[in-house]
T-cell receptor
């Protein structure tokens, strides 16, 4: 069973602080991981992708992957009210009859002005 | 730069009716996907296609059918609509990759209600 688990929140963070979002996955066969941001009533928008162990930084966002612990995280520095959204963690699984993304249920992030 | 285009944006169906959700992409991507998202939930894969003429089932294919006659188009067919199919449907596409390390680009979604 390919599962991606996230705390649904809501996670409330003061403006300017660091928001930390976490995700665990069950199947070691996953090859790539993605963080998507989804505003209410909108489609998912890619924020970060990560394929190898360690950290990957892009502007205010840092993705972290630990394949040994089956753990993925997203850090948002200097959080802004516009960062308030649901963040979806997804892993790509290939083979076994279904090539595609397995999504977590998402973490609802609220940035307090 | 259209990307992934889905039509219609909203639709209400009666139980037992059928319809086709349209999806087209102009990025020449080989891979295309259909997901559904129920309220408060993540997206679940319905069907996917790795190229024209090739389709395969995802996690929740029951009650749906797809076809892929061209690279650009990947329609999703609902036969005998049921209330459990009330959801938001997203189409996505990505370039070919053996490792799945190319991000998927999503359309704006179709909000479907079955009454």
């Amino acid at each position: 069973q390919k599962e991606v688990e996230q705390n649904s929140g809501p996670l409330s963070v003061p403006e300017g602080a660091i928001a930390s979002l976490n995700c665990t996955y069950s199947d070691r066969g996953s090859q790539s991981f993605f963080w998507y941001r989804q505003y209410s009533g909108k489609s998912p928008e890619l924020i970060m992708s990560i394929y190898s162990n360690g950290d990957k930084e892009d502007g205010r966002f840092t993705a972290q992957l630990n394949k040994a612990s089956q753990y993925v995280s997203l850090l948002i520095r200097d959080s802004q009210p516009s960062d308030s959204a649901t963040y979806l963690c997804a892993g790509f699984y290939s083979g076994g009859g279904a090539d595609g993304l397995t999504f977590g249920k998402g973490t609802h992030l609220i940035i307090q002005p | 730069n259209a990307g992934v285009t889905q039509t219609p944006k909203f639709r209400i169906l009666k139980i037992g009716q059928s319809m086709t959700l349209q999806c087209t992409q102009d990025m020449n991507h080989n891979y295309m996907y259909w997901y559904r998202q129920d309220p408060g939930m993540g997206l679940k894969l319905i069907y996917y296609s790795v190229g024209a003429g090739i389709t395969d089932k995802g996690e929740v294919p029951n009650g749906y059918n797809v076809s892929r006659s061209t690279t650009e188009d990947f329609p999703l067919r609902l036969e005998l609509a049921a209330p459990s199919q009330t959801s938001v449907y997203f189409c996505a596409s990505s370039p070919y990759t053996r490792r799945g390390n190319q991000p998927q680009h999503f359309g704006d979604g179709t909000r479907l209600s079955i009454l």
